[in-house]
Structure formats: structure tokens, C-alpha cells
């Protein structure tokens, strides 16, 4: 199993960036996907996850409104469109994919079983 993100980059504040997260190896629709993010000296952070069966999403209060989680299972993609982007959006985001994700769990790290490598997200204000 590989997941493989891509789109970090270095924007202004109120800029956008796009990340993607490539699948491989399992059934992508099988997973529920989510994003992280982890700053220095902070603890990993949930952002945004999707259940590919339903197509449902959700958000960290923090990003509520700006960021957008969506997917293509034909491609094995994930997708993070972010928007409106602050300064303390600045992390190494990470995408992951869980086989027993619930409503209970879906913010912590423990219930995911693939993590890709990371791309970093830097804005400057």
C-alpha cells in the first residue's frame, strides 16, 4: 500500500493551493480517507476526512469554509483544496487511509492504517 501526496508549495495569506494523494496497492473506495497537518512543535492535527462510499465529508472547525476534501476513485485520488489560506495553515500536510474509521474516531491519527509521506504547506503573511 502507497499513498503519495503531491501540490505542497509556498503561497501568500489568501492565496489557494491544491494537494493530492495518490492510492495504491488496496481497493481506494474501500478506505476512509482524511487529511492531517502537523506544525513544528505541534501535534498531528486531523483537517478534513471523506467516507468514499457515501461521499460524505468533514471538517476541523479551523478550516470549516475554506478547505475542500474531495476524491476521484477512478483515479485513486484524494484531494485537499484549500482556500483563503492563513499563516497558521503552515504544516506538513499528510493524507491517510483507515478501515475502520467511525464518527468517533475519524480525529484520531490511531484509527488510520496507511500514511503517505507528507508535502509542505508554508504561507506567508
Known amino acids: 500500500v502507497q499513498l503519495v501526496e503531491s501540490g505542497g508549495d509556498s503561497v501568500q495569506a489568501g492565496g489557494s493551493l491544491r494537494l493530492s494523494c495518490v492510492g495504491s496497492?488496496?481497493?481506494?473506495?474501500?478506505?476512509?480517507m482524511g487529511w492531517f497537518r502537523q506544525a513544528p512543535g505541534n501535534e498531528r492535527e486531523w483537517v478534513a476526512g471523506?467516507?468514499?462510499?457515501?461521499?460524505?465529508?468533514f471538517y476541523a472547525d479551523s478550516v470549516k469554509g475554506r478547505f475542500t476534501i474531495s476524491q476521484d476513485n477512478a483515479k485513486n485520488t484524494l484531494y485537499l483544496q484549500m482556500n483563503s489560506l492563513k499563516p497558521e495553515d503552515t504544516a506538513m500536510y499528510y493524507c491517510?487511509?483507515?478501515?475502520?474509521?467511525?464518527?468517533?474516531?475519524?480525529?484520531?491519527?490511531?484509527?488510520?492504517?496507511?500514511w503517505g509521506q507528507g508535502t509542505q504547506v508554508t504561507v506567508s503573511s
Open positions: 491517510a487511509a483507515g478501515a475502520w474509521v467511525t464518527l468517533a474516531t475519524i480525529l484520531n491519527d490511531k484509527s488510520y492504517n496507511y
Open positions: 471523506i467516507w468514499p462510499a457515501t461521499g460524505r465529508t
Open positions: 496497492g488496496y481497493t481506494f473506495s474501500s478506505y476512509s
